[in-house]
């Protein structure tokens, strides 16, 4: 569940698989706001998800590109792109909802498990959320690279609950 920060309600959440139509449909464009192009990585072979609470269904609460890299040596969900919505960016004045990328990660880690790759997940992070991944358990290997291993993905799947 995330948190309205506005109200203290807690909100269920779901994801829901976006088309680049959908794209359009929940205004997910960057003069809305947004930092990333997200068709770019619909383009590259990743799945965009969209984190929604049930209460707002057609709103997107933030985003996640992944796709599964199974080459037998090392089986684990790539993640491209993850961003809160414009109106949940930590440094927002008014932020909505707080919760948002650590569902977005732990949604990863759930299909990791799902796919049987033990909720490995690796991604680059931003220098400046290094510090929010490790918080939320994940592993830095070096550079901009981080991951989560079968022991961060539980903890975050625990928490979370996706």
């Given at each position: 569940m995330i948190i309205n920060l506005q109200t203290g309600e807690s909100h269920d959440v779901f994801f829901q698989q976006l088309t680049q139509k959908d794209l359009k449909l929940f205004q997910i464009f960057k003069n809305k706001g947004w930092v990333f192009d997200w068709r770019a990585p619909m383009v590259e072979g990743f799945e965009v998800f969209a984190l929604c609470t049930h209460s707002q269904p057609k709103i997107a609460q933030g985003l996640i590109a992944s796709r599964?890299?199974?080459k037998p040596?090392?089986?684990?969900?790539?993640?491209a792109n993850?961003?809160?919505?414009?109106?949940?960016?930590?440094?927002?004045s008014e932020r909505v909802f707080a919760g948002v990328g650590e569902h977005l990660m732990a949604?990863?880690?759930k299909v990791s498990v799902q796919r049987?790759?033990?909720?490995f997940v690796q991604f680059k992070s931003?220098?400046?959320?290094?510090g929010f991944y490790e918080?939320?358990?994940?592993k830095h290997i070096g550079n901009l690279t981080m991951y989560?291993?079968?022991?961060?993905?539980?903890?975050?799947l625990q928490k979370c609950r996706v």
């Open positions: 599964s890299n199974d040596e090392c089986n684990f969900i790539e993640v993850i961003e809160s919505a414009p109106h949940n960016k930590y440094q927002h949604y990863a880690c049987g790759f033990d909720g931003k220098t400046t959320s290094i918080k939320i358990g994940a989560f291993n079968e022991y961060g993905a539980a903890t975050i």
